[in-house]
Every structure is written in structure tokens, then in C-alpha cells.
């Protein structure tokens, strides 16, 4: 998985991790910073998803971008993350 905790150690892989996902998401324990990166959007918030099933559930600033995280997803992100959720839980019988 490639979600990092220091902007520091994001290198990208320009075949397959060219989109950057970056910014905070409250969880538990309060504002959660997430930088990901992965070959488009939907990628990166399924990792995150991966990670957290709370994530794409609570309140979140996200930015991101091929190369450069540059532009406000954070609507597009949260709608991604509970399709899914719902998606994940179709398959586990939950739903």
C-alpha cells in the first residue's frame, strides 16, 4: 500500500502511481493526514478505504492531481468512497 505519512517520501512511479492524493480526514482520533498515490482517483481512495472503512464517512479536505496535487476532489473522493463501501459490502452479504 502507498499511503505515506511525510510528503517527504512521496515518490511517484510514472507508469502506474502518477495521480496524487493528499490531505486530511477526521477519524478517531482526531484529523488523519493521508498522501496517496496510485494510477488515478479512484485508486487512491480505495486504498484509503482499504485502510479505514470509516474514511469517505466523516468530514475531509482533500486535493489531488497527475503529478501534482492541485485540485479540490474532495466531493468526488467522498461520493468514491461510499460507492465503495456499499460495493464492499454487496459482496461480503452485509447489504
Request: hydrophobic share 40%; charged share 30%.
Amino acid at each position: 500500500m502507498n499511503i505515506v505519512k511525510d510528503l517527504s517520501q512521496m515518490r511517484l512511479n510514472p507508469i502506474d502511481e502518477r495521480y496524487v492524493l493528499c490531505g486530511w480526514y477526521e477519524n478517531e482520533s482526531g484529523a488523519e493526514r493521508v498522501f496517496v498515490k496510485g494510477k488515478d482517483l479512484r485508486e487512491c481512495v480505495r486504498k484509503l478505504v482499504d485502510a479505514d472503512a470509516d474514511f469517505g464517512h466523516t468530514d475531509a479536505e482533500l486535493e489531488g492531481g497527475y503529478i501534482a496535487a492541485e485540485y479540490d476532489v474532495t466531493s468526488e473522493a467522498i461520493s468514491i468512497a461510499l460507492e465503495i463501501s456499499i460495493e464492499t459490502n454487496r459482496i461480503r452479504g452485509i447489504m
